[in-house]
Antibody
Framework: QVQLVQSGAEVKKPGSSVKVSCKSS????????ISWVRQAPGQGLEWMGG????????HYAQKLQGRLTITADESTRTAYMELSSLTSGDTALYYC????????WGQGTLVTVSS | EIVMTQSPATLSVSPGEGVTLSCRAS??????LAWFQQKPGQAPRLLIY???SRASGVSDRFSGSGSGTEFTLTISSLQSEDFAVYYC?????????FGQGTRVEIK
């Protein structure tokens, strides 16, 4: 069984960047799809992007291209999501999920963007 | 980008009744379709993958069907723990997209 543990909540100023980590245990990390999904308060789920650690090529939703960087470190079984040029519209709960069909999910990381 | 459209937005149902939720894709996603359940304060939970395969530990009251552009999630005999929001997601290519969700509420 895969377990995903994410880093803690963040409060950021507009214009700054945030980096959230997602550490995986159990299962196979290197060849598993890791996706990042966010959920603004009271809203639905938004797929942000993903990576297969072994291949190191990240894929991003069009609306986040240029601001989003997803990486993975096979040695520590940890994936990262970095979002730059933050605005209040980026305030959300950010999740990582593992597997092609996102079978396993992290607990979520609340990112609040406020001046 | 493939647009996923779920209907209806909200379903009001009495416990014990069955329901069918719909999800339509703007272009074919083959059978690369998942259904998730989300309760308040919780991460989404995978129910169905590959359009019709139940995830481990999921009750057989949940069943998925469809392929191409039309998909359904059927919940038979709703239990109290089934009242939640349900999302479909296509993973036919890397640019994955979710539907906007269907809220199943107690009537």
């Amino acid at each position: 069984q895969v377990q995903l543990v994410q880093s803690g909540a963040e409060v950021k100023k507009p214009g700054s960047s945030v980096k959230v980590s997602c550490k995986s245990s159990g299962g196979t990390f290197s060849t598993t799809t890791i996706s990042w999904v966010r959920q603004a308060p009271g809203q639905g789920l938004e797929w942000m992007g993903g990576i297969i650690p072994l291949f190191r090529t990240s894929h991003y939703a069009q609306k986040l291209q240029g601001r989003l960087t997803i990486t993975a470190d096979e040695s520590t079984r940890t994936a990262y999501m970095e979002l730059s040029s933050l605005t209040s519209g980026d305030t959300a709960l950010y999740y990582c999920a593992s597997g092609a069909s996102s079978k396993d999910w992290g607990q979520g990381t609340l990112v609040t963007v406020s001046s | 980008e493939i647009v996923m459209t779920q209907s209806p937005a909200t379903l009001s149902v009495s416990p014990g009744e069955g329901v069918t939720l719909s999800c339509r894709a703007s272009q074919s996603v083959n059978n690369n379709l998942a259904w998730f359940q989300q309760k308040p304060g919780q991460a989404p939970r995978l129910l169905i993958y590959d359009a019709s395969s139940r995830a481990s530990g999921v009750s057989d009251r949940f069943s998925g069907s469809g392929s191409g552009t039309e998909f359904t999630l059927t919940i038979s005999s709703l239990q109290s723990e089934d009242f939640a929001v349900y999302y479909c997601q296509q993973y036919n290519n890397w640019l994955r997209t979710f539907g906007q969700g269907t809220r199943v509420e107690i009537k």
